[in-house]
């Protein structure tokens, strides 16, 4: 199937600092993107998506940056604190929305 | 409800028995995802529903698992003379399946251990 991949792991930053998590994605047809926060204990929660159209997309302290040409997906947190502790997923489909397929996670720690 | 609720919360059983997980998904939501996530990992595809009909089954890893949805609202999972690679963290999630969203609403999930 197709693979959907984080590069770090775990991730500790200061509390106020910037956080940045990538992921990486092996299907060239998949168009449609979504970054999940997971706490402990549960469910993952949507967080921000992203068409295959755009390549920047901004939510309330939240960016998400796609690279089509390099399959590469980036999810900023701005200001991050102690509440954004969790481990984050990025998932992707094609555009049916049927099945999506999910990274294996990076955990991020906010050190106040 | 106000979310997807799944039952039970924890589930242990015995090597060979069968087992059936729960999900009632938000009302209106077209759409009913199960994923199995192991821990510290993402959630694996398994099956999926609009309305009533499974829409894909591919992530089903043997015919050991089935599921069904047959009035288009609740669904059941069901792990047939379960073994110990089954134990895992079993999740639902609900989507209204607009063209403007493919966000996801996950349950809790039903642990299950199989001993």
């Known amino acids: 199937g197709e693979s959907v991949g984080l590069h770090l792991p775990t991730l500790s930053v200061q509390e106020g600092d910037n956080s940045i998590i990538n992921c990486a994605y092996s299907?060239?047809?998949?168009?449609?993107f979504i970054w999940y926060k997971q706490e402990s204990g549960k469910g993952p929660q949507f967080i921000i998506d992203?068409?295959?159209?755009?390549d920047k997309r901004q939510g309330q302290r939240v960016t998400v940056l796609l690279n089509k040409t390099v399959k590469h997906l980036s999810l900023q947190i701005a200001a991050t604190q102690p509440g954004d502790s969790a481990v984050y997923f990025c998932?992707?489909?094609?555009?049916?929305?049927?099945?999506?397929?999910f990274g294996s996670g990076t955990k991020l720690n906010v050190k106040p | 409800g106000a979310g997807v609720s799944q039952s039970p919360r924890y589930k242990v059983t015995k090597r060979g028995q069968d087992v059936a997980l729960r999900c009632d998904p938000i009302s209106g939501h077209v759409s009913l995802y199960w994923y199995r996530q192991a821990l510290g990992q993402g959630p694996e595809f398994l099956t999926y529903f609009n309305y009533e009909a499974q829409q894909d089954k591919s992530g089903l890893p043997n015919d050991r698992f089935s599921a069904e949805r047959p009035e288009g609202s609740i669904s059941t999972l069901t792990i047939q003379r379960t073994e110990q690679r089954d134990s895992a963290m079993y999740r639902c999630?609900?989507?209204?399946?607009?063209?403007?969203?493919?966000?996801?609403?996950f349950g809790e999930g039903s642990r299950l251990t199989v001993l």
């Open positions: 299907n060239s047809a998949s168009d449609y």
């Open positions: 999630a609900s989507s209204l399946n607009r063209r403007n969203t493919g966000e996801l609403f």
């Open positions: 998932a992707e489909t094609e555009y049916n929305f049927n099945k999506f397929y």
């Open positions: 992203i068409r295959s159209n755009m």
